[in-house]
């Protein structure tokens, strides 16, 4: 079973960049996907931007495509989302997930994920 710890979060304003970080530990040799989700108040929980952490290949939502870019430092059992150009609207607690399966394909799926960090908060002003 692997632990998530996020890392990053912040207050900046708008046009603004972050970079979250998570940390994976516990057994997180086999993790087949990773991603980051996010949560604004009253809102549903929505994925961001997914990793499949054997080849790569990345997944965005639409409304950060372009912004933001989601990586993966293997040796440090690590994942980062780095967000440029910061809106108000992206304003929100920010989760790292992780699992192991290895069907379906990566994706931002909530469904998808297994394993969930306690989250950062990002701060948006405009």
């Known amino acids: 079973q692997v632990q998530l710890v996020e890392s990053g979060g912040g207050s900046v304003q708008a046009g603004g960049s972050l970079r979250l970080s998570c940390g994976a530990s516990?057994?997180?040799?086999?993790?087949?996907?990773m991603g980051w989700f996010r949560q604004a108040p009253g809102k549903e929980r929505e994925g961001v931007a997914a990793i499949y952490t054997g080849g790569g290949s990345t997944y965005y939502v639409d409304s950060v495509k372009g912004r933001f870019t989601i990586s993966q430092d293997n040796a440090k059992n690590t994942l980062y989302l780095q967000m440029n150009s910061l809106k108000p609207e992206d304003t929100a607690m920010y989760y790292c997930?992780?699992?192991?399966?290895?069907?379906?394909?990566?994706?931002?799926?909530?469904?998808?994920?297994?394993?969930w960090g306690q989250g950062t908060q990002v701060t948006v002003s405009s």
């Open positions: 997930a992780a699992d192991y399966r290895v069907y379906p394909s990566c994706g931002v799926s909530r469904e998808r994920y297994n394993y």
């Open positions: 516990g057994y997180p040799y086999s993790i087949n996907c």
